[in-house]
């Protein structure tokens, strides 16, 4: 403590009292004098600064630390203290930009919208407790969009490139496989060239589709909801359905979901069949896609279902995740 440049101690009191320590201590010095003074118990520290680093720090402790300012009021000539914990415009008043104190600290590049929603809910049974938008960021490339991200220099061709160097330094690219393994298909090059460019442990691309790491239980559960709507006739379960469960296992890791529905599970309810149902995807549960992850989730739920149910796959996800976002907030 007689490093720090002004200091106060009351034992009797329990109350610690420190003014501007950034000013002579370096950004990871400023991060083990937080993580020290949280330790201790029954003790109250009221610490004054500048500095952005100290705002990013907080948000490690939400239950521990609080961010108060002081502002003259000028009709009265008074001063006022506000709790501002969870007010981003703290930036504004210290004249920073946010990107320098609230952007991720690092980015999780997903498909689509319901890749998203699948891996939170896979991050939340894993019961990963880094924070999301402050450790990592869920973002979205859009499928084939994926194009017109600047990952690699294999990509330094389209120069209308977003290059996503530029929004973070950490980066890892969830990927569809679609069960291709042609060296000369152009899915495929893309992904190896990210590869090359990210490391291998920059991009995860072990199932065919987010929709095959769902176990069987959840989609008999999905299914079962949709022909407990009036409006969702266009399907039907298969006579004795139960009897493919080994089979869907085995399938998941070689053909898409849509294609494994309608062999094992799910068959037309007329004698026309309706566009929907000719997909390979899970829109042939007559659905958009996002409406269906959403009673996959609620399953997921209602079922009880953990992690450790899940195929490998899914396991193997989480834990390239988990990997990924402690490296990159160095823990």
């Given at each position: 403590?007689?490093?720090?440049?002004?200091?106060?101690?009351?034992?009797?009191?329990?109350?610690?009292?420190?003014?501007?320590?950034?000013?002579?201590?370096?950004?990871?010095?400023?991060?083990?004098?937080?993580?020290?003074?949280?330790?201790?118990?029954?003790?109250?520290?009221?610490?004054?600064?500048?500095?952005?680093?100290?705002?990013?720090?907080?948000?490690?402790?939400?239950?521990?630390?609080?961010?108060?300012?002081?502002?003259?009021?000028?009709?009265?000539?008074?001063?006022?203290?506000?709790?501002?914990?969870?007010?981003?415009?703290?930036?504004?008043?210290?004249?920073?930009?946010?990107?320098?104190?609230f952007l991720a600290n690092s980015v999780i590049w997903t498909e689509g919208v319901t890749d998203r929603m699948f891996i939170r809910k896979l991050?939340?049974?894993?019961?990963?407790?880094?924070?999301?938008?402050?450790?990592?960021?869920?973002?979205?490339?859009?499928?084939?969009?994926?194009?017109?991200?600047?990952?690699s220099d294999w990509l330094d061709r389209n120069k209308n490139a977003l290059k996503v160097t530029s929004i973070s330094k950490r980066n890892l690219?969830?990927?569809?496989?679609?069960?291709?393994?042609?060296?000369?298909?152009?899915?495929?090059?893309?992904?190896?060239?990210?590869?090359?460019?990210?490391?291998?442990?920059?991009?995860?691309?072990?199932?065919?589709?987010?929709?095959?790491?769902?176990?069987?239980?959840?989609?008999?559960?999905?299914?079962?909801?949709?022909?407990?709507?009036?409006?969702?006739?266009?399907?039907?379960?298969?006579?004795?359905?139960?009897?493919?469960?080994?089979?869907?296992?085995?399938?998941?890791?070689?053909?898409?979901?849509?294609?494994?529905?309608?062999?094992?599970?799910?068959?037309?309810?007329?004698?026309?069949?309706?566009?929907?149902?000719?997909?390979?995807?899970?829109?042939?549960?007559?659905?958009?896609?996002?409406?269906?992850?959403?009673?996959?989730?609620?399953?997921?739920?209602?079922?009880?279902?953990?992690?450790?149910?899940?195929?490998?796959?899914?396991?193997?996800?989480i834990e390239a995740i988990m990997i990924f976002v402690k490296k990159a907030n160095n823990r």
């Amino acid at each position: 403590i007689s490093t720090f440049p002004a200091f106060s101690y009351q034992e009797e009191d329990l109350i610690l009292c420190i003014e501007e320590p950034e000013m002579t201590m370096h950004p990871s010095i400023q991060r083990i004098l937080i993580d020290t003074l949280v330790k201790f118990p029954n003790l109250q520290v009221f610490l004054t600064t500048h500095s952005n680093h100290f705002l990013d720090l907080s948000y490690d402790y939400p239950d521990k630390i609080g961010i108060f300012s002081f502002e003259k009021n000028d009709e009265d000539d008074e001063f006022y203290i506000k709790n501002i914990t969870d007010n981003s415009t703290i930036i504004d008043l210290l004249g920073v930009r946010s990107s320098s104190v609230f952007l991720a600290n690092s980015v999780i590049w997903t498909e689509g919208v319901t890749d998203r929603m699948f891996i939170r809910k896979l991050l939340e049974l894993a019961e990963f407790n880094f924070k999301e938008d402050y450790h990592y960021a869920l973002s979205e490339y859009g499928g084939n969009n994926l194009d017109n991200f600047n990952y690699s220099d294999w990509l330094d061709r389209n120069k209308n490139a977003l290059k996503v160097t530029s929004i973070s330094k950490r980066n890892l690219v969830i990927i569809d496989n679609d069960n291709i393994t042609d060296t000369w298909d152009s899915k495929y090059i893309r992904r190896e060239n990210i590869k090359n460019y990210l490391g291998k442990e920059g991009v995860f691309d072990e199932y065919i589709e987010i929709e095959n790491l769902i176990p069987w239980i959840v989609w008999v559960n999905v299914i079962n909801k949709l022909l407990s709507l009036k409006s969702k006739k266009n399907i039907k379960f298969k006579n004795n359905y139960w009897d493919n469960l080994s089979q869907f296992d085995q399938r998941l890791k070689t053909e898409k979901i849509g294609v494994i529905l309608k062999d094992l599970l799910i068959e037309s309810a007329s004698t026309k069949e309706p566009d929907y149902f000719s997909s390979d995807n899970i829109q042939c549960l007559w659905e958009d896609k996002k409406y269906v992850m959403q009673l996959v989730i609620e399953s997921i739920d209602e079922l009880k279902i953990k992690l450790t149910d899940f195929p490998i796959e899914a396991q193997h996800l989480i834990e390239a995740i988990m990997i990924f976002v402690k490296k990159a907030n160095n823990r």
